[in-house]
């Protein structure tokens, strides 16, 4: 029965994020589990700047048309900042991408941004998930799979993985999904009575629930 028990459970974790031994990246995969373990300073301690209540660390990497973008270019201007670690490969990704889609749609005019980071290896295949998916936000990759440099700097070894960074900078929540994610972004737009009734009534509307 025990036995039975750790399989079903390890099932389910597998259909809910893709890991570092994903079979995408088979040729990479032990350098690039390797590559996203424990990033270190050069004093050997933890990068600071990666988790909440920390101001965000900064990054520089490249647009599907070839342009080399920073975080920073990317988060200048908006009250609220979701940035998405994903990949075409991963399958929990694309399923979760409608309702970071909706709630795009729903808020960004309100200030939210939202800024893809992509862990492909393939520029074909990134480009051809963006469209499909109807990601009209930001887009950036290195296209080093596992082994992305800003995958590196946060300690991404799961996707998708997301992190919401405020106007001041700060990451406020991370690895949010679902309804819990929707519910943080309507939080920072709805803070009185009347905004907790919206807020629930675009969560409703966004998880067509």
């Given at each position: 029965m025990?036995k039975?028990?750790?399989?079903?459970?390890?099932?389910?974790?597998?259909?809910?994020?893709?890991?570092?031994?994903?079979?995408?990246?088979?040729?990479?995969?032990?350098n690039n589990?390797?590559?996203?373990?424990?990033?270190?300073t050069?004093?050997n301690?933890?990068?600071?700047?990666?988790?909440?209540?920390?101001?965000?660390?900064?990054?520089?990497?490249?647009?599907?048309?070839?342009?080399?973008?920073?975080l920073?270019?990317?988060?200048?201007?908006?009250?609220?900042?979701?940035?998405?670690?994903?990949?075409?490969?991963?399958?929990?990704?694309?399923?979760?991408?409608?309702?970071?889609?909706?709630?795009?749609?729903?808020?960004?005019?309100?200030?939210?941004?939202?800024?893809?980071?992509?862990?492909d290896?393939?520029?074909?295949?990134?480009?051809?998930?963006?469209?499909?998916?109807?990601?009209?936000?930001?887009?950036?990759?290195?296209?080093?799979?596992?082994d992305?440099?800003?995958?590196?700097?946060?300690?991404?070894?799961?996707?998708?993985?997301?992190?919401?960074?405020?106007?001041?900078?700060?990451?406020?929540?991370?690895?949010?999904?679902?309804?819990?994610?929707?519910?943080?972004?309507a939080?920072k737009?709805y803070t009185?009575?009347?905004g907790?009734?919206?807020?629930?009534?675009?969560?409703?509307?966004?998880?067509?629930?």
């Open positions: 025990k039975t028990f750790l399989i079903c459970a390890s099932l389910m974790l597998s259909f809910t994020a893709c890991n570092c031994k994903s079979n995408s990246n088979d040729a990479n995969v032990q589990a390797e590559a996203t373990t424990d990033v270190k050069s004093n301690e933890p990068v600071t700047g990666t988790n909440v209540g920390d101001i965000y660390t900064d990054f520089k990497l490249t647009t599907p048309e070839g342009a080399e973008k920073s920073s270019e990317l988060v200048k201007g908006h009250k609220l900042v979701l940035v998405d670690f994903w990949a075409s490969w991963c399958g929990p990704c694309r399923m979760e991408m409608p309702n970071v889609v909706k709630a795009y749609e729903q808020y960004k005019d309100k200030g939210l941004q939202i800024v893809g980071v992509s862990f290896n393939d520029m074909t295949k990134w480009k051809e998930a963006i469209s499909k998916l109807n990601m009209t936000w930001p887009q950036i990759s290195d296209l080093k799979g596992w992305c440099a800003a995958g590196r700097i946060y300690q991404i070894n799961s996707i998708p993985s997301t992190m919401l960074i405020d106007e001041t900078g700060k990451i406020i929540a991370k690895d949010l999904r679902g309804e819990e994610l929707i519910e943080k972004i939080g737009y009185r009575t009347e907790v009734k919206h807020e629930r009534r675009s969560v409703n509307k966004v998880l067509n629930v």
